[in-house]
Nanobody, 127 residues
Framework: QVQLVESGGGLVQAGGSLRVSCIAS????????MGWFRQAPGKERGFVAA????????RYEDSVKGRFTISRDNAKNTVYLQMNSLKPEDTAVYYC????????????????????WGQGTQVTVSS
């Protein structure tokens, strides 16, 4: 069983930056595709970014391209989401997730394809 714990959320002004982290335990981290999702009040959980096992490929939701960067450190069992130029509409609870799928494709944007989830960390961007 894999446990995921997010950290690094908080309150930031529009235009600012924040980095959220997710540390995994209980599994072989390098075997999982990792993703970040977010959920704002009254909205469904939506895809933000995903990264392959080695970090060689990434995918982003259109609204965060050029502003957010996903990365991972397999030696530290950690995945990161660096968020720059934050906007009020980025306000949400951010979740990391791990998938045991063996391929890479458009499926990475679907929450249903992920097997393990963290508890989430709140990111609030003030205007």
């Amino acid at each position: 069983q894999v446990q995921l714990v997010e950290s690094g959320g908080g309150l930031v002004q529009a235009g600012g930056s924040l980095r959220v982290s997710c540390i995994a335990s209980g599994g072989t981290f390098s075997r999982y595709i990792m993703g970040w999702f977010r959920q704002a009040p009254g909205k469904e959980r939506g895809f933000v970014a995903a990264i392959t096992w080695s970090g060689g490929s990434t995918r982003y939701e259109d609204s965060v391209k050029g502003r957010f960067t996903i990365s991972r450190d397999n030696a530290k069992n950690t995945v990161y989401l660096q968020m720059n130029s934050l906007k009020p509409e980025d306000t949400a609870v951010y979740y990391c997730a791990a998938s045991t799928n063996t391929g890479w494709g458009t499926w990475v944007t679907s929450p249903r394809q992920y097997d393990y989830w963290g508890q989430g960390t709140q990111v609030t961007v003030s205007s």
